[in-house]
């Protein structure tokens, strides 16, 4: 960053800022909303060049605070007093957080529904408060940004994990200036182990993951996930349910969901009190094992934080739909043993592919999801929506619910790379696709044509821009390759990171398009 070239621009922003809008200097972008005044006394902004950011701080008295690694700062004298410019590392965002408190995250309950943004790209982060913070029912809405898994930190080679995460989420709330509450995700945990890394990380929600556990429960797998139904129907059914019961200390939670059926529940009884008997204790014995963990997991974030925290039990990968009569179930063993949800996360009737609107019978979820919510309201938590991107036909239907869609807001960069650096993203699409192509077995996404990623050409130069942009936003099979490949940001880093700054415009409007596109009709549902 040329500091002698910009220094009048520098100046009228640390002395005026006014509005919340990038300024543009010669290479370099400064953050007016980022002017914020230390307890130090000294006063910081946030700058950008195609490189990366900067703390720019200055103090009028003669040895101002400086923060991050002296060795990497660069000094100036400036109008009585010195100024420092220290690139943006982890270590020097964790300290600014330290400084400017309301930067890091905090429970937000489960009183409003809420939105779960993801934290892919830090641009992403900076738009998303930016709409918010101008907009008018922003206090009715729960915001997560900090929110990413440990599949994701890997795609992204976020070599410091949950640091990064909470690092990058900071950072966007001090250069936007956004000081309101925001929340944080620990998305998909299947471990102690990381349960530890992300309170380490300073999360203060956390998502747990049983399918690791669901699917080594004995009677659960067989030439695959078996059912309530088939597991009810088996001659072992006693012994399964017996051994699931003395193992997780379940006893009495078959009688508790049974009465609970003939005075509360009714609508999810069968006709058949014999057969409903037993697809309860298929359930006991499918998922003792999952709550056993859940449970555990909630017991270790208790005594590790010591404070009030944000708790999901996810038991949304799963290959058959979560039976009503199961979330029941789960939610009064957890409850009884004392865990204190916030979201719970079911699988839902149809299929929910990433980044495309929802497949099956539209009727057939509206009746699935009222029984869930039904569940989710007496016992006081949110129902958690997973791969909520894209899926515009149901969010008309969704109020009171907490939605996730971080894979739609990586999915608008690419097409806006399209759309203004052609030669560039021509460049980049084969690796785009190849980078899809991993992270499809990563997540361990079942083939379909939305997928087939090895359909699509691989070179696109002899294309015109308009009609590979066209494709981007309309073809499912190129959206849902442009959600995929964003593994790509990092190992392409330099070259976007150029065209990011060259046509920062292009791309802002691209994702603020798309995050209208789900945070508006998800306001109207909710009455707004």
């Not at 929802?358 to 997973?386: N, P, T, W």
Request: net charge neutral.
């Amino acid at each position: 960053m040329n500091l002698k070239a910009n220094e009048a621009v520098i100046r009228t922003v640390l002395t005026s800022p006014a509005g919340a809008a990038p300024v543009r200097g010669q290479g370099v972008l400064l953050h007016p909303a980022s002017v914020h005044k230390l307890p130090s006394g000294t006063v910081m902004l946030i700058a950008e060049d195609a490189g990366g950011g900067y703390l720019i701080e200055w103090g009028t008295s003669s040895s101002p605070r400086f923060l991050g690694d002296d060795r990497s700062r660069a000094v100036f004298r400036w109008d009585g007093g010195r100024l420092s410019v220290l690139p943006l590392t982890t270590v020097l965002v964790e300290e600014l957080a330290e400084e400017l408190p309301w930067s890091k995250p905090v429970p937000i309950g489960s009183r409003r529904p809420s939105f779960g943004w993801g934290n892919r790209t830090l641009l992403s982060t900076l738009v998303v408060l930016g709409l918010f913070r101008e907009w008018q029912h922003r206090d009715r809405f729960g915001v997560v940004i900090a929110q990413n898994s440990v599949r994701e930190n890997e795609i992204l080679e976020r070599h410091l994990g949950f640091r990064e995460v909470t690092c990058s989420a900071a950072l966007a709330k001090i250069v936007t200036g956004y000081t309101w509450p925001t929340g944080s995700d620990a998305d998909h945990l299947k471990t102690l182990e990381e349960i530890d890394d992300a309170v380490r990380a300073g999360f203060t929600g956390f998502t747990i993951d049983p399918s690791a556990v669901l699917r080594k429960t004995e009677g659960v797998i067989a030439s695959g996930e078996r059912t309530l139904e088939d597991i009810a129907n088996d001659p072992g059914l006693q012994r399964l349910y017996d051994a699931s019961v003395q193992r997780n200390h379940l006893d009495g939670l078959l009688d508790r969901v049974l009465g609970r059926l003939e005075t509360e529940f009714g609508e999810f009884r069968s006709g058949d009190r014999f057969l409903d008997r037993r697809l309860a204790m298929a359930a006991i014995a499918k998922f003792g094992n999952s709550i056993s963990f859940v449970h555990l997991s909630y017991d270790h974030l208790r005594r590790s934080l010591g404070k009030p925290f944000d708790f999901e039990a996810s038991f949304d990968e799963t290959e058959a739909p979560t039976p009503p009569l199961a979330h029941l179930l789960i939610a009064e063993a957890l409850v009884g043993m004392g865990v204190e949800l916030t979201r719970f996360a079911v699988r839902f009737v149809g299929r929910f592919e990433k980044t495309t609107d929802y497949i099956g019978d539209l009727s057939a979820f509206r009746a699935d999801l009222e029984r869930h919510q039904r569940v989710a309201k007496r016992f006081g938590y949110l129902l958690s929506i997973h791969s909520g991107s894209g899926k515009y036909s149901l969010y008309p239907h969704l109020p009171g619910v907490h939605l996730k869609m971080s894979g739609d807001l990586s999915r608008p960069i690419v097409v806006a790379l399209a759309r203004t650096d052609f030669d560039l993203y021509a460049r980049l699409h084969a690796d785009l696709i190849e980078s899809a192509k991993s992270t499809k077995k990563l997540y361990g996404a079942v083939s379909s044509p939305s997928n087939d990623f090895d359909a699509l050409p691989r070179d696109v130069r002899c294309m015109k821009p308009e009609e590979v942009v066209n494709l981007l936003e309309t073809d499912v099979r190129w959206r849902t390759m442009s959600h995929y490949a964003y593994g790509m940001f990092k190992r392409a880093e330099g070259l976007f990171a150029q065209s990011l700054f060259d046509h920062r415009e292009a791309y802002v409007a691209e994702v603020a398009k798309t995050i209208l596109a789900h945070r508006d009709p998800i306001a109207k549902a909710n009455g707004l």
